[in-house]
């Protein structure tokens, strides 16, 4: 007969495996955020507008606060609340009917509580001109509060600075 501690031992080797194989690691939530990230922002070609403002409201629920948004070309350089980021989406979505955003070549370095993640984020789409392909290298931080990773800054790398 197998003795109580045999059977403990044996239980808390297989919450252990479980644990390990599955409940995401910190890069797996990271890379996760990232694509609910890409999910919320991309516009089908005939979003409802309760749709839109749900997907904006995820997309900040997603950042920290505030939340550092660094564009040199656009002159912006500030931190932005989540409603801020609600409403910037929100107009983007306006503007850019039918656009679907992926990450790409996704890089993630995390130092205890922080990390640090470089991207390319593509875009596919149209806007009242046409349509369109655009590429954007992104440096990204994040930050674990609560044992979520939230987003504390995006800077978009100009092309000069590579």
């Known amino acids: 007969m197998i003795n109580r ?10 919450t252990a495996v479980i644990t390990f194989f599955l409940l995401p690691g910190d ?9 609910s990230l890409a999910d919320y922002c991309s516009t089908p070609q005939q979003e409802p507008m309760l749709e839109a403002l749900k997907k904006a409201s995820l997309t ?7 939340c550092r948004v660094s564009i040199d070309s656009l002159d912006l350089d500030r931190d932005l609340s989540q409603k801020e980021i609600s ?7 306006k503007q850019m009917v039918a ?3 992926t990450f790409h ?17 593509r875009l596919k789409g149209n806007t009242m001109n046409g349509r369109f392909t655009d590429a954007y290298e992104f440096d ?7 044992g979520k990773w939230l987003f504390s ?10």
């Open 5 to 14: 501690k045999s059977i403990i031992a044996v239980l808390l080797l297989l």
């Open 27 to 35: 890069e797996k939530k990271i890379r996760s955020n990232l694509s």
């Open 60 to 66: 900040a629920k997603l950042c920290a606060i505030p």
């Open 87 to 93: 409403n910037h989406l929100l107009m983007m979505k």
């Open 99 to 101: 656009t679907r955003f």
């Open 105 to 121: 070549d996704i890089t993630v370095q995390i130092t205890g509580r922080q990390a640090a993640i470089s991207t390319t984020l």
């Open 140 to 146: 990204i931080r994040a930050v674990k509060t609560d």
């Open 153 to 162: 800054s995006f800077h978009v790398v100009e092309f000069m600075e590579r």
